[in-house]
């Protein structure tokens, strides 16, 4: 009689036990709505009720002992598994942009005449796995005419709101020079027939997957003169920090001729671009965490800032895969975000 019972909670009933529970999982996940841990769950119960069909049914103890041991290695395995996949992603995905996608001086025709412009072909990715492609491009002499505006930029009305001001200044001055940007996200939207929340995130995915560079005021130094975080970075790539440039943030017009920006730069061309196609859609600063994102009036799940009896969900600009209000968790206690400027 011990051995009979000590049979059917022994090593074979485990492994088919966790053989079906696997596949109950994997088949589960895909094709219902569940999520990982109900699927599991419900994968566990189903081959529970098998094996013991066909070896005999256990001890409860046996049961419950088998379920979590399964449990735990299938639920690491899908862990450890998320986790490759995501490195390689990523890893692939790197070099892409540095062959595809740099700037170049090249020519286009309007109205019969030839128009150098600075362009880049930009393919990325947005947070639900849709691929774009498409040209930002900008006229040399658009650029020639805007890069060195802000030099002249009067402060006079900026006392209580600067940065609200700088930007709206900037938003103004350069939006009329962003046409063929606009043209191209057009075009996806025609082609791609994106709905409101799809096209605000074609869009700033499109910002968020160009690599970081550094705005500075002042010349740009070597890596160990500043602090740890922006060490990192420039001991790993010198050339992503623009010095000397009025303000610390670069017009949209110099951004897309260049591809290089920091947080605030990356703002006000995505407030700049979405203004344009009559989005809600607001900047936010932050003196605390020392930095911008912005926020947009659209219904979605996440953290919100409110203004004005409007709910603007965060968006954070200078890294990929983050959606419409989520935040970096060292970025993202809501009290030390403040609204500085709105487009409606």
Same mark, same amino acid.
Request: proline share 3%; with cysteine; net charge negative.
């Given at each position: 009689?011990?051995?009979?019972?000590?049979?059917?909670?022994?090593?074979?009933?485990?492994?088919?036990?966790?053989?079906?529970?696997?596949?109950?999982?994997?088949?589960?996940?895909?094709?219902?709505?569940?999520?990982?841990?109900?699927?599991?769950?419900?994968?566990?119960?189903?081959?529970?009720?098998?094996?013991?069909?066909?070896?005999?049914?256990?001890?409860?103890?046996?049961?419950?002992?088998?379920?979590?041991?399964?449990?735990?290695?299938?639920?690491?395995?899908?862990?450890?598994?998320?986790?490759?996949?995501?490195?390689?992603? *990523?890893? @692939? &995905?790197?070099?892409?942009?540095?062959?595809?996608?740099?700037?170049?001086?090249? /020519?286009? =025709?309007? #109205?019969?005449?030839?128009?150098?412009?600075?362009?880049?072909?930009?393919?990325?990715?947005?947070?639900?796995?849709?691929?774009?492609?498409?040209?930002?491009?900008?006229?040399?002499?658009?650029?020639?005419?805007?890069?060195?505006?802000?030099?002249?930029?009067?402060?006079?009305?900026?006392?209580?709101?600067?940065?609200?001001?700088?930007?709206?200044?900037?938003?103004?001055?350069?939006?009329?020079?962003?046409?063929?940007?606009?043209?191209?996200?057009?075009? *996806?939207? @025609? &082609?791609?027939?994106?709905?409101?929340?799809?096209?605000?995130?074609?869009?700033? /995915?499109? =910002?968020? #997957?160009?690599?970081?560079?550094?705005?500075?005021?002042?010349?740009?130094?070597?890596?160990?003169?500043?602090?740890?975080?922006?060490?990192?970075?420039?001991?790993?790539?010198?050339?992503?920090?623009?010095?000397?440039?009025?303000?610390?943030?670069?017009?949209?017009?110099?951004?897309?001729?260049?591809?290089?920006?920091?947080?605030?730069?990356?703002?006000?061309?995505?407030?700049?671009?979405?203004?344009?196609?009559?989005?809600?859609?607001?900047?936010?600063?932050?003196?605390?965490?020392?930095?911008?994102?912005?926020?947009?009036?659209?219904?979605?799940?996440?953290?919100?800032?409110?203004?004005?009896?409007?709910?603007?969900?965060?968006?954070?600009?200078?890294?990929?895969?983050?959606?419409?209000?989520?935040?970096?968790?060292?970025?993202?206690?809501?009290?030390?975000?403040?609204?500085?400027?709105?487009?409606?």
């Amino acid at each position: 009689m011990n051995s009979t019972k000590k049979n059917k909670n022994g090593c074979l009933w485990i492994f088919i036990f966790g053989l079906i529970s696997l596949f109950g999982w994997i088949f589960i996940s895909a094709f219902t709505n569940f999520n990982l841990y109900i699927s599991g769950i419900a994968a566990m119960i189903l081959s529970a009720l098998l094996t013991s069909k066909w070896l005999g049914r256990p001890s409860i103890i046996g049961i419950l002992v088998n379920s979590i041991i399964i449990f735990s290695v299938i639920f690491g395995l899908r862990v450890i598994s998320n986790f490759f996949l995501e490195a390689i992603t *990523i890893t @692939s &995905e790197e070099p892409d942009f540095k062959i595809k996608e740099s700037v170049s001086l090249t /020519t286009i =025709i309007e #109205d019969n005449d030839t128009i150098p412009v600075y362009s880049s072909h930009r393919v990325w990715r947005d947070n639900y796995g849709n691929n774009f492609e498409g040209k930002l491009r900008v006229r040399d002499k658009d650029y020639l005419r805007l890069k060195d505006r802000l030099k002249s930029w009067s402060a006079r009305d900026a006392t209580v709101n600067f940065w609200g001001s700088l930007y709206d200044y900037l938003e103004q001055t350069d939006s009329p020079s962003l046409d063929l940007v606009i043209d191209t996200f057009q075009e *996806i939207h @025609s &082609e791609r027939k994106l709905n409101q929340m799809e096209f605000a995130e074609m869009v700033v /995915t499109c =910002i968020q #997957d160009i690599p970081y560079s550094f705005v500075f005021q002042e010349a740009c130094l070597a890596a160990e003169n500043y602090e740890p975080s922006i060490r990192r970075v420039l001991e790993e790539c010198p050339e992503c920090c623009m010095g000397n440039v009025t303000y610390g943030i670069q017009n949209p017009v110099s951004f897309i001729q260049n591809l290089k920006g920091d947080c605030d730069t990356r703002t006000v061309i995505i407030y700049s671009i979405l203004k344009h196609f009559n989005y809600d859609v607001a900047i936010m600063n932050s003196e605390f965490y020392r930095h911008s994102i912005i926020g947009i009036n659209l219904p979605a799940k996440g953290l919100y800032k409110r203004h004005y009896g409007k709910k603007y969900m965060v968006w954070e600009t200078t890294a990929k895969y983050y959606e419409a209000g989520n935040l970096p968790g060292n970025f993202d206690d809501i009290t030390h975000w403040n609204v500085i400027l709105t487009s409606k």
